[in-house]
Protein backbone atom coordinates (compact mmCIF):
# COMPACT_ATOMS: atom_id res chain seq x y z
CA UNK A 1 0.00 0.00 0.00
CA UNK A 2 2.61 2.61 -1.51
CA UNK A 3 -0.17 5.16 -2.19
CA UNK A 4 -1.23 5.64 2.08
CA UNK A 5 2.29 6.19 2.73
CA UNK A 6 2.22 10.05 2.93
CA UNK A 7 6.03 9.97 4.96
CA UNK A 8 8.39 10.05 2.62
CA UNK A 9 10.49 12.87 4.26
CA UNK A 10 11.07 10.11 7.04
CA UNK A 11 12.40 7.22 4.35
CA UNK A 12 10.74 6.59 0.80
CA UNK A 13 10.48 2.46 -0.63
CA UNK A 14 12.89 1.30 -2.41
CA UNK A 15 12.12 1.43 -5.98
CA UNK A 16 11.79 -2.18 -7.76
CA UNK A 17 14.11 -1.45 -10.68
CA UNK A 18 16.65 -0.23 -7.89
CA UNK A 19 16.15 -3.96 -6.51
CA UNK A 20 16.74 -5.53 -9.41
CA UNK A 21 19.81 -3.47 -9.99
CA UNK A 22 20.88 -4.38 -6.50
CA UNK A 23 20.34 -8.05 -6.50
CA UNK A 24 23.43 -9.24 -8.43
CA UNK A 25 25.28 -7.70 -5.46
CA UNK A 26 23.24 -9.62 -2.57
CA UNK A 27 23.83 -13.11 -4.72
CA UNK A 28 26.51 -13.94 -6.79
CA UNK A 29 28.50 -10.72 -7.03
CA UNK A 30 29.55 -10.92 -3.37
CA UNK A 31 33.54 -10.07 -4.10
CA UNK A 32 34.80 -7.67 -1.96
CA UNK A 33 35.42 -4.15 -4.07
CA UNK A 34 39.06 -4.08 -2.96
CA UNK A 35 40.27 -7.55 -3.87
CA UNK A 36 42.96 -7.90 -6.66
CA UNK A 37 40.38 -10.86 -8.45
CA UNK A 38 37.82 -11.05 -11.47
CA UNK A 39 34.78 -10.65 -8.40
CA UNK A 40 37.27 -7.86 -6.52
CA UNK A 41 37.35 -6.24 -10.01
CA UNK A 42 33.39 -6.91 -10.95
CA UNK A 43 32.24 -5.57 -7.41
CA UNK A 44 34.60 -2.34 -7.96
CA UNK A 45 33.57 -1.31 -11.46
CA UNK A 46 29.87 -1.51 -10.32
CA UNK A 47 30.90 0.95 -7.22
CA UNK A 48 33.18 3.14 -10.01
CA UNK A 49 29.87 3.36 -12.32
CA UNK A 50 27.68 4.49 -8.89
CA UNK A 51 30.10 7.02 -8.19
CA UNK A 52 29.56 8.00 -11.71
CA UNK A 53 26.05 8.29 -11.43
CA UNK A 54 25.97 10.19 -7.94
CA UNK A 55 28.66 12.80 -9.36
CA UNK A 56 26.02 13.18 -12.76
CA UNK A 57 23.37 13.98 -10.79
CA UNK A 58 25.05 16.23 -8.19
CA UNK A 59 27.42 17.81 -11.25
CA UNK A 60 30.65 17.20 -9.40
CA UNK A 61 33.79 14.95 -10.69
CA UNK A 62 33.09 11.16 -9.32
CA UNK A 63 36.60 11.76 -7.40
CA UNK A 64 34.75 14.64 -4.82
CA UNK A 65 32.29 11.66 -4.19
CA UNK A 66 32.88 9.61 -0.46
CA UNK A 67 29.99 7.34 -0.18
CA UNK A 68 29.02 6.45 3.76
CA UNK A 69 26.49 4.89 5.90
CA UNK A 70 24.28 8.37 4.92
CA UNK A 71 23.25 11.95 5.29
CA UNK A 72 24.15 11.81 9.56
CA UNK A 73 27.49 10.23 9.15
CA UNK A 74 28.40 12.53 6.20
CA UNK A 75 27.54 15.69 8.64
CA UNK A 76 29.09 14.20 11.19
CA UNK A 77 32.72 13.72 9.18
CA UNK A 78 32.70 17.08 7.85
CA UNK A 79 31.72 18.56 11.37
CA UNK A 80 34.08 16.68 13.06
CA UNK A 81 36.61 17.73 10.71
CA UNK A 82 36.37 21.26 11.33
CA UNK A 83 34.18 21.96 14.33
CA UNK A 84 33.95 25.93 13.26
CA UNK A 85 30.65 25.39 11.47
CA UNK A 86 28.26 28.64 12.14
CA UNK A 87 25.14 26.68 11.47
CA UNK A 88 21.50 27.32 10.77
CA UNK A 89 18.74 26.69 12.76
CA UNK A 90 17.31 24.89 10.52
CA UNK A 91 19.47 21.86 10.05
CA UNK A 92 18.58 18.36 10.65
CA UNK A 93 19.61 17.20 14.24
CA UNK A 94 22.38 15.44 12.68
CA UNK A 95 23.69 18.85 12.26
CA UNK A 96 22.17 20.82 15.21
CA UNK A 97 22.98 18.46 17.57
CA UNK A 98 26.58 18.80 16.58
CA UNK A 99 26.80 22.16 16.87
CA UNK A 100 25.32 22.41 20.15
CA UNK A 101 28.07 19.82 20.99
CA UNK A 102 30.62 22.22 19.73
CA UNK A 103 29.23 25.05 21.02
CA UNK A 104 28.65 26.10 17.23
CA UNK A 105 27.20 29.65 16.52
CA UNK A 106 23.93 29.68 15.25
CA UNK A 107 22.83 31.99 12.61
CA UNK A 108 20.24 34.70 13.07
CA UNK A 109 17.27 34.60 11.23
CA UNK A 110 14.52 36.55 9.84
CA UNK A 111 11.84 33.93 9.08
CA UNK A 112 13.96 31.94 6.99
CA UNK A 113 16.12 35.12 5.80
CA UNK A 114 19.89 33.66 7.03
CA UNK A 115 22.58 36.55 8.23
CA UNK A 116 25.64 35.60 6.87
CA UNK A 117 28.62 34.89 9.42
CA UNK A 118 32.29 35.16 8.97
CA UNK A 119 32.80 31.54 10.24
CA UNK A 120 31.83 28.58 7.57
CA UNK A 121 28.71 27.77 7.30
CA UNK A 122 26.29 24.59 7.42
CA UNK A 123 23.02 25.57 5.72
CA UNK A 124 20.58 22.82 4.16
CA UNK A 125 19.16 22.89 0.82
CA UNK A 126 15.61 21.76 1.50
CA UNK A 127 14.26 21.71 5.28
CA UNK A 128 13.08 18.39 6.34
CA UNK A 129 10.34 19.52 8.19
CA UNK A 130 8.66 22.12 6.02
CA UNK A 131 10.12 21.54 2.40
CA UNK A 132 11.58 25.03 2.44
CA UNK A 133 13.84 25.79 0.20
CA UNK A 134 16.90 27.99 1.76
CA UNK A 135 19.44 30.12 0.69
CA UNK A 136 23.03 30.16 1.91
CA UNK A 137 23.51 33.73 3.14
CA UNK A 138 25.95 36.48 1.13
CA UNK A 139 28.76 36.32 1.50
CA UNK A 140 29.81 33.01 2.75
CA UNK A 141 33.19 30.96 2.48
CA UNK A 142 33.33 27.30 3.45
CA UNK A 143 29.87 26.11 2.94
CA UNK A 144 28.42 23.05 4.03
CA UNK A 145 25.10 22.31 2.50
CA UNK A 146 22.99 19.36 3.54
CA UNK A 147 20.87 18.10 0.41
CA UNK A 148 19.49 15.01 1.65
CA UNK A 149 15.91 16.50 1.21
CA UNK A 150 16.85 17.96 -2.11
CA UNK A 151 18.54 14.98 -4.17
CA UNK A 152 17.05 13.95 -6.96
CA UNK A 153 14.02 16.05 -6.85
CA UNK A 154 15.42 19.56 -7.24
CA UNK A 155 18.41 20.72 -9.15
CA UNK A 156 21.31 20.80 -6.70
CA UNK A 157 23.75 23.44 -7.53
CA UNK A 158 27.24 22.85 -5.72
CA UNK A 159 28.49 26.11 -7.15
CA UNK A 160 30.01 27.41 -4.32
CA UNK A 161 29.62 24.68 -1.83
CA UNK A 162 32.38 23.28 -0.43
CA UNK A 163 30.80 19.88 0.71
CA UNK A 164 27.78 18.19 0.90
CA UNK A 165 25.67 15.21 2.96
CA UNK A 166 23.01 13.15 1.34
CA UNK A 167 21.02 9.66 2.09
CA UNK A 168 19.83 7.38 -0.71
CA UNK A 169 16.68 6.18 1.09
CA UNK A 170 15.04 9.55 0.45
CA UNK A 171 15.29 9.17 -3.25
CA UNK A 172 13.98 5.38 -3.69
CA UNK A 173 17.37 4.09 -2.78
CA UNK A 174 18.48 1.58 0.43
CA UNK A 175 18.93 2.58 3.61
CA UNK A 176 22.26 2.83 5.07
CA UNK A 177 24.04 4.71 2.22
CA UNK A 178 24.60 7.83 1.37
CA UNK A 179 27.43 10.13 0.60
CA UNK A 180 30.05 13.61 1.59
CA UNK A 181 30.85 15.63 -1.45
CA UNK A 182 34.31 17.42 -1.07
CA UNK A 183 35.23 19.67 -3.29
CA UNK A 184 39.27 19.56 -1.79
CA UNK A 185 39.33 16.48 0.34
CA UNK A 186 43.20 17.85 1.27
CA UNK A 187 42.04 20.08 4.42
CA UNK A 188 39.35 17.13 5.16
CA UNK A 189 40.06 15.12 7.72
CA UNK A 190 39.81 10.97 7.34
CA UNK A 191 36.66 9.88 9.37
CA UNK A 192 37.92 6.08 9.42
CA UNK A 193 41.05 4.87 9.83
CA UNK A 194 42.32 1.66 8.57
CA UNK A 195 41.75 0.07 4.75
CA UNK A 196 42.66 2.42 1.63
CA UNK A 197 38.80 2.21 0.56
CA UNK A 198 37.66 5.73 -0.34
CA UNK A 199 40.90 7.55 -1.01
CA UNK A 200 41.76 6.46 2.37
CA UNK A 201 39.46 8.60 3.76
CA UNK A 202 36.91 6.35 5.04
CA UNK A 203 38.16 2.75 5.51
CA UNK A 204 36.00 -0.20 6.00
CA UNK A 205 34.25 -2.49 3.11
CA UNK A 206 32.42 -0.82 0.63
CA UNK A 207 28.57 -1.48 0.96
CA UNK A 208 28.87 -2.85 -2.60
CA UNK A 209 24.69 -3.15 -3.18
CA UNK A 210 24.03 -0.36 -1.56
CA UNK A 211 26.08 2.09 -3.06
CA UNK A 212 25.09 0.19 -6.64
CA UNK A 213 21.35 0.87 -5.71
CA UNK A 214 22.61 4.79 -4.68
CA UNK A 215 23.67 4.85 -7.81
CA UNK A 216 20.43 3.33 -10.01
CA UNK A 217 18.22 5.71 -7.50
CA UNK A 218 20.34 8.68 -8.83
CA UNK A 219 20.38 7.80 -12.67
CA UNK A 220 16.42 7.29 -12.35
CA UNK A 221 15.66 10.47 -10.03
CA UNK A 222 17.97 12.92 -13.13
CA UNK A 223 15.89 11.29 -15.74
CA UNK A 224 12.50 11.80 -13.87
CA UNK A 225 12.87 14.94 -11.55
CA UNK A 226 10.58 17.36 -13.69
CA UNK A 227 7.63 15.01 -14.45
CA UNK A 228 8.10 13.66 -10.72
CA UNK A 229 8.04 17.60 -9.35
CA UNK A 230 5.08 18.39 -10.99
CA UNK A 231 3.32 15.27 -9.94
CA UNK A 232 3.62 15.50 -6.43
CA UNK A 233 3.02 19.11 -6.60
CA UNK A 234 -0.54 18.23 -7.97
CA UNK A 235 -0.81 15.60 -4.92
CA UNK A 236 0.02 18.31 -2.29
CA UNK A 237 -2.63 21.09 -4.18
CA UNK A 238 -5.34 17.87 -3.58
CA UNK A 239 -4.79 17.63 -0.18
CA UNK A 240 -4.11 21.61 0.41
CA UNK A 241 -7.82 21.44 -1.20
CA UNK A 242 -8.86 18.64 1.18
CA UNK A 243 -8.76 20.62 4.11
CA UNK A 244 -9.31 24.51 3.02
CA UNK A 245 -12.24 23.96 4.98
CA UNK A 246 -11.16 23.20 8.15
CA UNK A 247 -10.95 26.43 10.48
CA UNK A 248 -7.58 27.03 12.46
CA UNK A 249 -5.20 25.47 9.73
CA UNK A 250 -2.40 26.66 8.14
CA UNK A 251 0.28 25.58 5.51
CA UNK A 252 3.88 26.29 6.44
CA UNK A 253 5.41 27.37 3.12
CA UNK A 254 8.01 29.43 2.29
CA UNK A 255 7.81 31.14 -0.42
CA UNK A 256 10.33 28.98 -2.20
CA UNK A 257 9.44 25.66 -1.20
CA UNK A 258 10.14 21.63 -2.06
CA UNK A 259 6.37 20.33 -3.28
CA UNK A 260 7.61 17.07 -1.86
CA UNK A 261 6.69 17.98 1.91
CA UNK A 262 3.76 19.86 3.25
CA UNK A 263 3.78 20.84 6.82
CA UNK A 264 0.80 22.13 8.14
CA UNK A 265 -0.68 23.74 11.50
CA UNK A 266 -4.02 23.19 12.84
CA UNK A 267 -5.31 24.86 16.46
CA UNK A 268 -6.50 22.96 18.90
CA UNK A 269 -5.54 19.49 18.20
CA UNK A 270 -2.68 17.88 18.94
CA UNK A 271 -0.09 16.64 15.84
CA UNK A 272 0.45 13.05 17.32
CA UNK A 273 -3.14 12.79 17.81
CA UNK A 274 -3.51 13.27 14.00
CA UNK A 275 -0.61 10.87 13.11
CA UNK A 276 -2.44 8.32 15.45
CA UNK A 277 -5.90 8.99 13.83
CA UNK A 278 -4.81 8.65 10.34
CA UNK A 279 -2.42 5.69 11.13
CA UNK A 280 -5.77 4.21 12.46
CA UNK A 281 -7.45 5.01 8.83
CA UNK A 282 -4.10 3.20 6.99
CA UNK A 283 -2.53 6.15 6.50
CA UNK A 284 1.36 7.31 7.01
CA UNK A 285 1.90 10.84 7.84
CA UNK A 286 4.32 12.16 10.90
CA UNK A 287 4.17 14.93 13.28
CA UNK A 288 7.50 16.41 12.28
CA UNK A 289 11.49 14.89 11.65
CA UNK A 290 11.33 11.21 12.23
CA UNK A 291 14.41 11.58 14.37
CA UNK A 292 12.49 13.65 16.90
CA UNK A 293 9.23 11.70 16.65
CA UNK A 294 9.88 10.54 20.16
CA UNK A 295 10.79 13.68 21.63
CA UNK A 296 8.52 15.75 23.68
CA UNK A 297 10.43 19.24 22.87
CA UNK A 298 9.07 21.49 20.60
CA UNK A 299 10.79 21.50 17.13
CA UNK A 300 13.82 23.35 17.16
CA UNK A 301 13.03 24.37 13.32
CA UNK A 302 9.23 25.66 14.02
CA UNK A 303 10.67 27.55 17.07
CA UNK A 304 13.59 29.29 14.89
CA UNK A 305 10.54 30.14 12.70
CA UNK A 306 8.87 32.36 15.57
CA UNK A 307 5.78 30.17 15.48
CA UNK A 308 3.74 29.79 18.27
CA UNK A 309 3.85 26.54 20.78
CA UNK A 310 -0.01 26.51 20.23
CA UNK A 311 0.49 26.00 16.02
CA UNK A 312 3.66 23.95 16.81
CA UNK A 313 1.90 21.47 18.88
CA UNK A 314 -0.53 21.12 15.84
CA UNK A 315 1.61 20.57 13.12
CA UNK A 316 1.73 17.63 10.89
CA UNK A 317 3.93 16.49 7.93
CA UNK A 318 2.55 15.49 4.53
CA UNK A 319 5.24 14.21 2.57
CA UNK A 320 5.05 12.66 -0.59
CA UNK A 321 6.22 9.80 -3.48
CA UNK A 322 5.92 9.01 -6.72
CA UNK A 323 3.54 6.20 -5.83
CA UNK A 324 0.81 8.12 -3.76
CA UNK A 325 -2.29 8.75 -6.14
CA UNK A 326 -4.93 11.45 -6.86
CA UNK A 327 -7.26 9.70 -4.64
CA UNK A 328 -4.96 8.69 -1.78
CA UNK A 329 -4.21 12.44 -1.63
CA UNK A 330 -8.12 13.47 -1.52
CA UNK A 331 -8.89 10.63 0.93
CA UNK A 332 -5.82 11.34 3.35
CA UNK A 333 -7.35 14.95 3.26
CA UNK A 334 -10.48 14.03 4.13
CA UNK A 335 -9.78 11.54 6.72
CA UNK A 336 -7.76 14.59 8.46
CA UNK A 337 -10.34 16.71 7.92
CA UNK A 338 -13.03 15.20 9.44
CA UNK A 339 -10.15 13.68 12.70
CA UNK A 340 -9.54 17.55 13.40
CA UNK A 341 -13.11 17.90 13.51
CA UNK A 342 -13.66 14.63 15.76
CA UNK A 343 -10.75 15.71 17.79
CA UNK A 344 -11.70 19.02 18.36
CA UNK A 345 -15.23 18.09 19.47
CA UNK A 346 -13.86 15.95 22.08
CA UNK A 347 -11.40 18.52 23.33
CA UNK A 348 -8.69 16.68 21.98
N1 LIG B 1 19.59 15.45 6.86
C1 LIG B 1 18.31 15.59 6.51
C2 LIG B 1 17.85 16.89 5.96
C3 LIG B 1 17.42 14.53 6.67
O1 LIG B 1 16.14 14.68 6.34
C4 LIG B 1 17.91 13.31 7.19
C5 LIG B 1 17.00 12.13 7.38
N2 LIG B 1 15.92 12.34 8.21
C6 LIG B 1 19.27 13.22 7.53
C7 LIG B 1 20.08 14.31 7.35
C8 LIG B 1 19.86 11.98 8.11
O2 LIG B 1 19.82 10.93 7.18
P1 LIG B 1 20.19 9.46 7.66
O3 LIG B 1 19.27 9.14 8.79
O4 LIG B 1 19.92 8.62 6.44
O5 LIG B 1 21.61 9.44 8.05
Not at 66 to 71: L, V
Not at 90 to 104: I, P
Not at 277 to 288: H, L, R, T, V, W
Request: glycine share 8%; net charge negative.
Amino acid sequence: MRENYFDNAATTPLDPSVLEEMRPYLTDEFGNANSLHAWGRRASAAVELSRQRVASLLGCEPEEVFFTSGATEANNWIFQSNPTFAVSPFEHRSLFELGRRFDSKVLENDFYLLRSSNCPVAVMLVNNETGAILDVPKPSTGVHRDVTQALGKLPVDLAGVDSASMSAHKLYGPKGVGALFIRDARDTEPLLYGGEQEQGMRAGTLNVPGIVGFGAACEMAGDRMDKDWSYVQSLRETVLEALSDVPGCSPNAHTSNSPYILSVSMLNVEGESLVVEADNQGFAISSGAACSSRSTEPSHVLTALGMDAAWIRGTIRISFSRWNTPDSAYQLGKVLASSVERLRSLGN
